[in-house]
Structures are given as C-alpha cells and as structure tokens.
Nanobody
Framework: QVQVVESGGGLVQPGGSLRLSCAASGHIFTAKAMGWYRQAPGKQRELVASITSGGSTNYADSVKGRFTISRDNAKNTVYLQMNSLKPEDTAVYYC??????????WGQGTQVTVSS
C-alpha cells in the first residue's frame, strides 16, 4: 500500500529556517500533485503549498515569499523550505500525495514549533 512519510520538523526560533521532506512509496508511479498542509490546535487544516507534476505551484498568502515548495518526480518526494519562520507558523505539517488514478494519501504529520 502507499505510504507517505514526512521528516524535518522541529523547534526553531523566530526568523529561523527548516526544510521539510515528504516521500511517497508503494504502489505508485508518479504523483499528480503533492502538497503541504498544516493544522494548529483548534483550527482546521489548511493548504500551505502544493506542486503539480508539471511544476505549477500554489502558496497560501501567509507564506508567500517565505516558503518554497519543490519536488523530485522520480523519487515521489516533495520538499518545503521554510524561511523567516514566525510563531504563527507553529502547527503540525502534513504531506498529501494525489495520484492520477487511486486518489490521495496523507502522512502522519511532523510538528513545527516556532518559539523564542
């Protein structure tokens, strides 16, 4: 079955940087799209950034200019480079992998905490 595994989360001070990685494995060929979502306590999960197999990207207004999403189609891996982190970026970050035929899959999430 398809597995989605995130890594790279942690504790960072405001203004710092982190890079998240997400790798999909199993019965897949290539992903139609891969994206990062986040969920803070008491809030709904929201889209942070996404990227299609063709390289088109989409970002939440709150992270534009600070975060960059990229992918390696051959490895079915997506990255999220997060710069100039703010306390309001604190959340559990989830990776989503959308396949062409069989639907989408979620990772378990990785905690990102921005605090001084």
């Amino acid at each position: 079955q398809v597995q989605v595994v995130e890594s790279g989360g942690g504790l960072v001070q405001p203004g710092g940087s982190l890079r998240l990685s997400c790798a999909a494995s199993g019965h897949i060929f290539t992903a139609k799209a891969m994206g990062w979502y986040r969920q803070a306590p008491g809030k709904q999960r929201e889209l942070v950034a996404s990227i299609t197999s063709g390289g088109s990207t989409n970002y939440a207004d709150s992270v534009k200019g600070r975060f960059t999403i990229s992918r390696d189609n051959a490895k079915n891996t997506v990255y999220l480079q997060m710069n100039s982190l703010k306390p309001e970026d604190t959340a559990v970050y989830y990776c989503n992998v959308e396949l062409f035929v069989s639907g989408s899959y979620w990772g378990q999430g990785t905690q990102v905490t921005v605090s001084s």
